[in-house]
């Protein structure tokens, strides 16, 4: 087998650095985290001399970056993602531009039975955490509308909801109301920018009628169609089929031997709550969801929930994660041997978990390329790009090649309490290549090294 540091050689890596500016046209529907860009994922996936027939794997897909960056290359690729919102919207982006001219008869017809209905709402519709009662109200119309119109049995089994089934168009309409919401909500952003925040109970709450909503959906969705239009004109390849799936990714089943290349970003170790980030979307799904979001929150990698069931320290994680974890526990500071310890065992117990079965997925000889960004906790240095690469390695993924991009915010930089502590600010994403390798060649390559 070729040696990794010679596989990775050509491989074309530039900043993974997210840039708003250039999420325009088509792309502008889909300003959600993510872990990199288009304009990287498809560099990376270009400059991978993959065959026609390579199978793409992102275990943590997200707005689906790298299910549309391979898509729109040709490419087969698999999706993955915990958060139901995620799933809908990474769908919607798939959409392909030969669905733009039916969008609007679309929106007129969803509109029309949306201002029909006589929906009271109910005491426990989550909508109202931001929106008045009517308007809450009418937005469920517009829900209910879309759910009857473009939903069937395969996504609304008897079982119950199945978003694996949830067609293209559907989560297109799904986004188009998710793009409305957010924007009546803005006045609820928080201070990191991933964060909506609920409202106190004193606060003025949005009001809109449902005559102004059904106008603005189906003004988002001309605009959404306008833009998929245009991306016909972009003499692009026909769009390689794509599966996405809502799964977790510490305990779902993969097809051994299954992926050529895994491209991903896993969450960062920076307790972001994702479902925060994706509160009114949530809300808006809420009769398509299938447990609590808190529950869902609870099963994240990077979860700011308590683990009902207490980790130990592997082996596995290699020793310098080991002896971060044993200075953030001994750390002076309150509740550093109590919750920020047992959140930061879960964590890696689940990241542990997950890149086991990203290995058991990758063909022998596959690469896993991450985009892991360091961290501190207190003044103590995270350095998650070393303690990823040692446990891919306990995983038979042998690091072929390493680029690091310095970035001069993070997300932990936002929390003004971190000026207390010493260190450098800004933080450090690193571009993690690994080749999977079997254990007699791991075992060969140790005794010559």
Not at 31 to 47: Q, R
Not at 293 to 317: C, F, K, L, N, Y
Request: with cysteine; net charge positive.
């Amino acid at each position: 087998m070729t040696a990794p540091h010679e596989v990775f050689k050509h491989l074309k890596i530039t900043s993974p650095k997210r840039n708003k500016k250039a999420q325009t046209g088509w792309e502008g529907f889909f300003p959600y985290y993510a872990g990199y860009p288009e304009t990287f994922a498809k560099d990376i996936l270009a400059s991978a001399d993959l065959s026609g027939d390579a199978v793409i794997l992102d275990p943590w897909n997200g707005s689906g970056t790298t299910t549309y960056s391979a898509a729109t290359l040709g490419l087969a690729s698999r999706g993955m993602d915990l958060n139901p919102a995620m799933i809908v919207i990474a769908r919607a982006r798939l959409l392909p531009p030969s669905e733009a001219d039916s969008l609007e008869p679309i929106a007129k017809e969803v509109a029309r039975i949306a201002k029909r209905a006589r929906s009271r709402g109910c005491e426990s519709e989550p909508l109202r955490a931001w929106f008045t009662d009517e308007t809450a109200t009418s937005i469920r119309a517009i829900e209910s509308s879309i759910r009857r119109h473009l939903l069937g049995g395969l996504t609304l089994t008897p079982e119950g909801p199945n978003l694996d089934k949830l067609s293209g168009l559907a989560a297109t309409f799904y986004v188009a109301l998710f793009t409305v919401c957010r924007g009546l909500a803005s006045p609820f952003q928080a201070s990191n920018p991933t964060w909506l925040r609920v409202p106190k109970s004193d606060e003025t709450r949005v009001k809109l009628s449902l005559e102004r909503m059904t106008g603005r959906l189906t003004e988002t969705i001309s605009s959404m169609s306008a833009a998929l239009a245009q991306r016909a004109q972009l003499s692009l390849n026909e769009y390689g089929p794509s599966e996405i799936r809502l799964a977790d990714t510490a305990t779902t089943t993969i097809n051994p031997s299954s992926v050529d290349l895994v491209l991903t970003s896993p969450p960062y170790c920076t307790r972001i709550d994702y479902t925060a980030a994706t509160r009114v979307e949530l809300a808006i799904l809420a009769p398509l969801l299938r447990g609590t979001t808190e529950e869902i929150s609870r099963r994240m990698i990077g979860s700011t929930r308590v683990p009902i069931h207490a980790r130990d320290v592997s082996e596995r994680w290699g020793a310098r994660c080991a002896s971060f974890l044993d200075a953030l526990r001994c750390h002076p500071s309150k509740a550093s041997n109590g919750y920020y310890y047992k959140t930061h065992l879960d964590y890696f117990d689940k990241m542990d978990r997950s890149i086991e079965k990203i290995a058991s997925a990758l063909k022998p000889g596959g690469r896993a390329i991450l985009v892991v960004q360091d961290s501190n906790y207190k003044e103590l240095h995270n350095d998650l790009p070393s303690f990823i690469a040692d446990i891919g390695e306990a995983h038979g993924l042998l690091l072929g090649r390493r680029e690091e991009f310095h970035l001069s915010r993070s997300m932990s930089g936002i929390n003004p309490h971190t000026r207390l502590y010493k260190r450098t600010p800004g933080a450090v994403e690193a571009v993690l290549c690994f080749q999977k390798v079997d254990g007699v060649e791991r075992d060969n390559r140790d005794k010559a090294g």
